[in-house]
């Protein structure tokens, strides 16, 4: 579809705006819509249910991810603003997430963190408010009158004080209309691209689970393991505890919270291994020399080493290390290091079989959090086969993970595309910079 400009623009004045179509108006946000109208007293009873948005359940691209229900009593205290059909919520903190999102047909008694401004539309379609207050340049003029560096914020009165381009309520409606169209044929392909990437994980991790417990051989004769959730394994293979495949007992960083200064050795916890990979950007933060050689006493990693998570939502999640980069850990990792008769990859590919996890799963336990002792993980079993077959499967399962995970990118890339896509056509559209009132309904 070609989309031509309006017949006639004029200045709007304003730099990050440009030009404008000729009968549009250029107003604050205030002009047309209000904010913050409606809160909960602080009287509601405790027993109110509600449902909970906060920031991190909303971007920019996708709109609201997840609502939390929940009694108002056990809401957290930001827990506020009522909101209706027809609003948009746009985050006042932390802007550089681009937390804003269009609220149609809401559950009864949806609430949202005071974190948000609640703009209610009063002279404007409330559709073309949520996709302009959603368009690339509103969004980036949020983000610059935003203060603070960490937490950059933006004062509610400051956001309405923004000026948008307006077009009459006939255009703002045949916009909408047009936007809801073509930003929903978008979301199919994104869609499409979200079911093959489920896909190829779930082949991942077949292929993984399938090698590590039946090997690579399909007419080698099989045995019961005598593990109900390990199930027949090949013949000649151990079933085996991992206390007795290490060549150090499974350990744990520090149960101690150190100082963090500003740069140090870097202080590796559950969130750096999230990916299943150590990621050095999302570190726990730096510890001193003297507290790494301190905590070095008891544990210090070395190429080779599997880490897995043992506590908090993510428990169960491995890494290994590949790196001769200096670094500690903390004390929801635990560390395994593999003996003689075991390979250390195919050992971590055996902890992230099926098999493996749903074991994880039935044996941890539950405090604050869920989590699982190392006295535990020590005694689960693996089916170990003989040296010369776990380099053929690791070998085999790095291949095949090497051409999923292309896959997998390459389904990743088009989304992103997509969503750029998408913030480009609505940017333009809200702008004027296109015409689309006659293609509206196409």
Request: hydrophobic residues 40%; glycine residues 6%.
């Given at each position: ?79 506020r603003r009522k909101v209706q059909s027809g609003d948009v919520i746009v985050s006042t903190v932390r ?161 101690e919270t150190p100082d963090f200064p500003d740069e140090g050795i870097p202080f590796v916890s559950a ?172």
């Amino acid at each position: 579809m070609k989309l031509e400009p309006y017949p006639e623009y004029k200045d709007s004045g304003v730099e990050w705006i440009g030009q404008i179509p000729s009968g549009w108006e250029f107003v604050p946000i205030k002009a047309m819509a209000s904010c913050n109208d409606d809160v909960l007293p602080e009287s509601t009873p405790y027993d109110t249910e509600i449902e909970y948005v906060d920031i991190s359940s909303v971007n920019s691209v996708d709109g609201i991810m997840a609502t939390e229900p929940m009694t108002f009593g056990s809401a957290p205290s930001r827990a506020r603003r009522k909101v209706q059909s027809g609003d948009v919520i746009v985050s006042t903190v932390r802007t550089y997430l681009r937390a804003i999102a269009q609220i149609d047909n809401p559950p009864d008694g949806l609430i949202v963190s005071t974190g948000f401004a609640v703009i209610r539309p009063r002279t404007v379609e409330p559709g073309f408010l949520g996709y302009m207050l959603r368009s690339e340049p509103v969004i980036g003029e949020v983000i610059a009158r935003s203060t603070g560096v960490s937490y950059p914020a933006i004062n509610p009165s400051d956001l309405i004080s923004i000026k948008v381009p307006v077009p009459r309520t006939d255009d703002q409606s045949a916009i909408k209309e047009f936007l809801d169209c073509e930003t929903a044929k978008i979301d199919v392909l994104i869609s499409e691209q979200q079911d093959l990437i489920a896909l190829l994980r779930e082949k991942r991790q077949a292929v993984i689970s399938h090698t590590v417990t039946k090997g690579l051989n399909p007419n080698v004769p099989m045995k019961y393991s005598g593990i109900e959730w390990l199930g027949d394994v090949p013949e000649h293979w151990k079933v085996i505890a991992i206390k007795h495949i290490v060549s150090t007992p499974i350990t744990d960083g520090p149960h101690e919270t150190p100082d963090f200064p500003d740069e140090g050795i870097p202080f590796v916890s559950a969130e750096a291994i999230a990916t299943g990979e150590i990621d050095f950007e999302k570190v726990r933060g730096f510890i001193s020399r003297h507290d790494h050689l301190r905590y070095s006493q008891k544990y210090s990693p070395q190429i080779g080493d599997i880490y897995m998570v043992k506590s908090g939502a993510t428990t169960g999640i491995t890494a290994i290390v590949e790196t001769d980069i200096e670094f500690n850990i903390w004390s929801p990792l635990a560390a395994i290091r593999c003996g003689e008769s075991a390979i250390p990859k195919y050992i971590l590919y055996f902890l992230r079989s099926k098999n493996f996890q749903d074991a994880v799963s039935m044996y941890w336990s539950f405090g604050t959090q869920q989590n699982i002792g190392m006295g535990v993980i020590e005694n689960l079993s693996i089916a170990l086969p003989p040296k010369k077959e776990q380099e053929a499967a690791v070998s085999f399962v790095d291949h095949q993970i090497d051409k999923i995970e292309t896959l997998i990118s390459d389904a990743e890339s088009i989304i992103s595309l997509l969503q750029e896509h998408r913030i480009a056509l609505i940017s333009a559209v809200v702008t004027g910079k296109v015409d689309v009132r006659e293609v509206a309904y196409v």
